[in-house]
């Protein structure tokens, strides 16, 4: 706790000095709107896990904020990337320039963060990251501009790989999708593998939105590996899972891991081909009154028990209009620097801090899928093995890239 306050000062100093803890500071709210664009996969196959589940996990949390902040209005617009980096930069810098935009949130794919928070920082904008999972966007892509609320690549392959290699599984082969994101899960993974005495045995990559994973299986199959490891999510997970279960590999010898599988994956691929399977996540649904009581809000507006991204862009969404009323500007650093500087503590972010680097360090939780037999009913598919402090999830400052964590 005497650390986590240290932090705090640290962040509070910084604020002060930016002129956003006193009472002298002047309120200014750009065009009198605070405005929230929402950047995010709504058709392709990470739209189960971000998507319209997204804007509508966004949409509740202005309501929930009461529709304004310092007396002026909270206004959202939202917008599909579908996957590509070039349309995503497209679409943020219109609204950065055009739309008046005050902050982008979301993202859903790795290589649309990288390419828009390079503007956020032309445009001297925020952008708070949720369901984009490379661990460089905190490391050596790091900025004032951004923030990275609710997982990384590091903090799953991290807790994952570590649970898998105590319980002898030594050898790995990775099946990766090829593309940033895929590149930061399987390369962290592979370090915390090695680290802790495994070794990886071999590697295959395959294109965004695959449909035919047999070859890559049985690359993986053949190399006799201990864990067949796919560092993909959406539905290039559930397509290979169910593919990995039809060619008969979980009845055999090797175990598979998932390292970004959420609730709506497991819905997707069902309990019978995915039960068994240890994952690690940021959001357990059924962890307390509090965690349970969002799930059912969320529910009742979706039909569909929201995913860690989609829990977690609430958190950051609400936790942003705070220090927005905090600090009296919608000016994206100074924002984010009073993020910085507040304790943040609700249903999602447990024992949590906002580092230098943007990333938020709060529990994990690694779980197990469970066998239909365990499951109480529908979207009841995950059962709690195993909470994991944030500090021992997410990568140390000082094994971080980021320069802001060298000063």
């Known amino acids: 706790m005497q650390r986590r306050m240290a932090r705090w000062g640290a962040a509070s100093a910084t604020a002060i000095a930016l002129g956003l803890a006193t009472p002298q500071a002047r309120a200014e709210i750009s065009d009198k709107v605070v405005k929230i664009g929402v950047l995010t996969d709504q058709t392709g196959l990470y739209a189960?896990?971000?998507?319209?589940?997204?804007?509508?996990?966004?949409?509740?949390?202005?309501?929930?904020?009461?529709?304004?902040?310092?007396?002026?209005?909270?206004?959202?617009?939202?917008?599909?990337?579908?996957?590509?980096?070039?349309?995503?930069?497209?679409?943020?810098r219109r609204w950065f320039e055009q739309e008046n935009v005050d902050v982008i949130v979301d993202?859903?794919?790795?290589?649309?963060?990288?390419?828009?928070?390079?503007?956020?920082?032309?445009?001297?904008?925020?952008?708070?990251?949720?369901?984009?999972?490379?661990?460089?966007?905190?490391?050596?892509?790091?900025?004032?501009?951004?923030?990275?609320?609710?997982?990384?690549?590091?903090?799953?392959?991290?807790?994952t790989a570590r649970a898998l290699v105590k319980e002898g599984a030594k050898s790995w082969y990775f099946i990766t999708v090829d593309y940033a994101f895929?590149?930061?899960?399987?390369?962290?993974?592979?370090?915390?593998?090695?680290?802790?005495?495994?070794?990886?045995?071999?590697?295959?990559?395959?294109?965004?939105?695959s449909m035919?994973?047999?070859?890559?299986?049985?690359?993986?199959?053949?190399?006799?590996?201990?864990?067949?490891?796919?560092?993909?999510?959406?539905?290039?997970?559930?397509?290979?899972?169910?593919?990995?279960?039809?060619?008969?590999?979980?009845?055999?010898?090797?175990k598979l891991a998932a390292f970004l599988m959420q609730t709506s994956d497991i819905h997707a691929i069902g309990l019978q081909a995915a039960q068994?399977?240890?994952?690690?996540?940021?959001?357990?649904?059924?962890?307390?009154?509090?965690?349970?009581?969002f799930t059912a809000r969320y529910m009742a507006k979706t039909g569909k028990r929201p995913t860690m991204v989609q829990a977690g862009l609430y958190s950051g969404v609400m936790n942003y209009l705070k220090a927005i009323d905090k600090s009296g500007t919608d000016d994206g650093p100074k924002v984010i620097a009073q993020m910085k500087a507040m304790p943040i503590d609700d249903f999602f972010a447990r024992n949590?801090?906002?580092?230098e680097d943007g990333q938020l360090i709060h529990d994990m939780y690694l779980v197990q899928v469970k066998t239909p037999a365990e499951s109480k009913g529908a979207w009841d598919y995950e059962k709690l093995v195993q909470v994991i402090p944030g500090k021992d999830a997410f990568v140390t400052p000082e094994d971080s890239a980021c320069p802001l964590l060298k000063k």
């Open 107 to 159: 993202f859903a794919n790795s290589a649309v963060a990288f390419a828009v928070s390079e503007l956020a920082k032309q445009k001297n904008k925020a952008i708070l990251i949720s369901s984009a999972g490379s661990s460089d966007l905190t490391g050596k892509g790091c900025s004032l501009n951004s923030v990275q609320w609710t997982y990384n690549t590091f903090a799953l392959a991290n807790s």
């Open 276 to 293: 068994g399977l240890e994952l690690t996540t940021a959001f357990y649904w059924d962890l307390d009154d509090k965690t349970r009581e």
């Open 212 to 254: 035919d994973f047999s070859s890559y299986l049985l690359q993986a199959q053949s190399s006799k590996a201990d864990v067949i490891a796919f560092a993909n999510t959406g539905g290039d997970l559930a397509n290979s899972i169910r593919q990995a279960q039809e060619f008969g590999l979980a009845k055999g010898r090797q």
């Open 352 to 355: 949590a801090y906002l580092r």
């Open 182 to 209: 895929g590149h930061a899960l399987r390369n962290d993974a592979a370090k915390t593998v090695e680290k802790v005495g495994g070794t990886v045995a071999g590697d295959v990559r395959h294109p965004l939105n």
């Open 48 to 92: 189960d896990a971000a998507g319209p589940g997204a804007v509508e996990a966004v949409r509740m949390a202005i309501a929930d904020f009461g529709g304004k902040v310092k007396g002026m209005p909270i206004e959202m617009i939202d917008a599909d990337h579908q996957n590509k980096a070039d349309v995503g930069a497209t679409i943020a």
